[in-house]
C-alpha cells in the first residue's frame, strides 16, 4: 500500500492539530540525539545531522501524552484499530538540505502514516519505488510499515513538523 492523501482532516481538527497544540509556545518538544536508529546503531553515531526533537503521544501500548486526546480526528479517520505509536517529529531549519538514512519505524506488517503539519521544502523518500512525498500542510502519506523511508530537515522555513504514526 502507498497512498498520498491533501486536506486529510477538515480545516478545523487540522488547524487545531497544528496551532493549538504542534505550534503552540508551551508544547513540549525533547532533543533527541539520534534520529534513524536503525542506521545509527549499525554504522556511524557521530552523525552531527542525526537529531531532531520529538514529542511522543503512544508507544509501550499506552499513551504516554496529556496531549494524546487530541489526536482522536486524525485516528478516526485513519480507522485505526490498534496503535503501535504516535510521535511528533520538529526538525529545525539548517542552511543545508540533509536527507536522513533509510528505515523502517517497526518490525512489525502494519501500517506507517507521516502527516504533515507544515508546508516547507522538507520530503519524505522512498527507497523502494523512489517516490518523494513533499511536506505540504494537512496532508498524509499512508504505507506499508516494512518500506524503507527517509526524512529530511528545512531549509526554507524555521521548522518542518510531521506526525508519525504506526498502527494496525
Known amino acids: 500500500m502507498f497512498k498520498v492523501i491533501d486536506n486529510f482532516l477538515d480545516k478545523e481538527s487540522f488547524l487545531k492539530l497544528q496551532h493549538e497544540l504542534l505550534f503552540s509556545r508551551n508544547f513540549p518538544w525533547y532533543f533527541q540525539d539520534m534520529k534513524d536508529l536503525e542506521y545509527v546503531h549499525k554504522k556511524n553515531e557521530s552523525d552531527l545531522n542525526q537529531y531532531q526533537f520529538t514529542h511522543i503521544f503512544f508507544g509501550d501500548y499506552l499513551a504516554t501524552s496529556n496531549y494524546f486526546y487530541l489526536l482522536e480526528p486524525l485516528l478516526k479517520k485513519l480507522e485505526v484499530k490498534s496503535l503501535i505509536k504516535v510521535k511528533a517529529n520538529l526538525n529545525p531549519y539548517s542552511p543545508k538540505l540533509y536527507k ?6 517497526t518490525p512489525y506488517n ?9 508546508k516547507n521544502n522538507g520530503y519524505t523518500f522512498f527507497e523502494k519505488n523512489n517516490k518523494k512525498v513533499k511536506s505540504k500542510e494537512n496532508t498524509i502519506v499512508i504505507f506499508d510499515a516494512q518500506m524503507k523511508h527517509a526524512g529530511t530537515n528545512t531549509t526554507d522555513q524555521k521548522k518542518r513538523v510531521v506526525l508519525n504514526l504506526n498502527y494496525f
Open 100 to 105: 536522513g538514512y533509510f528505515h523502517r519505524d
Open 110 to 118: 502494519s501500517l506507517t502514516a507521516v502527516y504533515y503539519l507544515n
